[in-house]
């Protein structure tokens, strides 16, 4: 009834209000996190409370500026992570081929790349990015990184690593001093200390949940630590260097495909937790007791909310449901019971979470292929958003976009490419060549199987990594290609006794065949070949 009554004046000015608050609201939370990068979207749901909220517009058509191609779809090199953008404007994804790439944010180019051990399904976790310029994520291979830009040629520089020993689908999120918090497909949030002091690395604690970790942890305005379960309980802690203290945990009542939670809990600026749940619900949550709120029920009571929520400034939720709607969930003013403002029919499932941009329009993905752009309603309760744009791409979307600067958004999609769209094209500068990802084989007189590598060719410089399977050795490359020959020299990454390689390739269209040979720090000499292609 206030929202039909208020002019436009008196919204505007409530608005106005209500962003302040927010922005006060929110800046609490992120002191607690004061080593977050100051970047337009520096981490999954872009801010500690996981409001998937930015302060600027996005793209206002469904222009591509540029596009980035993995080389693989699906399994072997579709994207499922969201993009996260740093300060300088940097483009960091993970594919399911196992390499995260750094990526010009205004071209698209290869800035640097870091191969894990696994090559099909191998990451899950979204980059999160802190103030030294050190990105940190999760993979398959069952360890956390922490990666920084390299001083020269492609390969990112690992500052450390952990083994966890677990596939890690959820993305990590940074304590004020420093600590990294994620969770495991062994149903635990692990708490992992820096390096300090010339010590490696530390477990400082794990805390035991009842079921895989899908959902990844966002942090409350008072510095509580909120993650969902398969087990069908979100967890409100209070995470100390000593342990992780149980403030409260919330039920559904059920747990897997009818109850357990795989999206990410957004925190509103009084404190409200809110999360969706595979029984169809979507709950809202006081931050201190753990009370139920009030909650909202979707078309589906099994594996039917994926979406993590979007926070308005006014305290709107937004999120989608596999009933192929994106809801626009305002709080009820009396009763448990929540209705939609506005809804807009995608008509398939949903998977990906919502990006709010400042202007209202709130971009997401789905199973169709496609991104959509939709305006809200501003009419009565229950009318249809408005589609503003929409662009098709070649396979699902489950990562989620980003917004960044000069109205710019990402997305990535299954059909391993990465979108970037934006009112104005891209400018000239990207390399060209042989750079891209390349894929193929390998063999010499001791083993032999699959190859990857990752080149960047400016003028006849080339630089780039590579990563052999199974056994998961890699390095980097640098060398020379002038017409259809190329020269280069390799060298391993964490090798006990690393070698020395050179080689030569001859360079086709789409394909690179080449010889090498060399000897690891003991002698033993080894000589072999390869082909790949794009």
Known sequence: MLTRLMTRVQRSVLSGVLVLLASLSLGAGSMAQGILANGPWPMTRRDPAHTGRSPLN???SGSVAWTFSTGRNEDKGGIETDPTIGPDG???IGANNGILYALDGNTGEIRWAFPTLFDLFAIYST????????????????YLYALKPPEKGLLGREVWSYKIGTTIETSPILGRDGTVYLGADDGKLYAVAPPAGGKPPRLLWTFPTGGTLISSPAFGPDGTLYIGSMDGKLYALEP????????????TGKSGETGGIENS???????????GANDGLFYALDGKSGQLKWSFKTGYTSWA??????IGPDGTVYFGAKDGRLYAVQPPTSGTTAKALWSYKIGTTIETS???????????GADD?????????????GLDGKLVWSFQTKSKLISSPAIGEGRRLYVGSMDGILYAFGDKPAPSGRSGGISGTWYGSYSDSRTKGALTLVLRQRSSTVEGIWRLGPSGARGELSGRAEGEKATFSLKTLGEKCPGSFEGTARIEPAKIVGLYQGSDCKGAVTKGQFEASR
């Open 58 to 60: 996005g793209p206002a």
């Open 90 to 92: 940097t483009i960091y």
């Open 127 to 142: 980059v999160a990015l802190d103030r030294q310029g050190h990105a940190y994520f999760g993979a398959k291979d069952g």
């Open 240 to 251: 100390t260097p000593a342990g992780a203290k149980l403030r409260w945990s919330f039920s």
């Open 265 to 275: 809990p957004a925190v509103g600026p009084d404190g409200t937790v809110n999360v």
């Open 305 to 310: 909310i994926f979406s993590s929520a979007a």
């Open 354 to 364: 919502p990006a709010l941009g400042a202007d209202g329009t709130v971009y997401l």
């Open 369 to 381: 292929g496609k991104l959509y752009a939709i305006a809200p309603s501003k009419g009565f309760f």
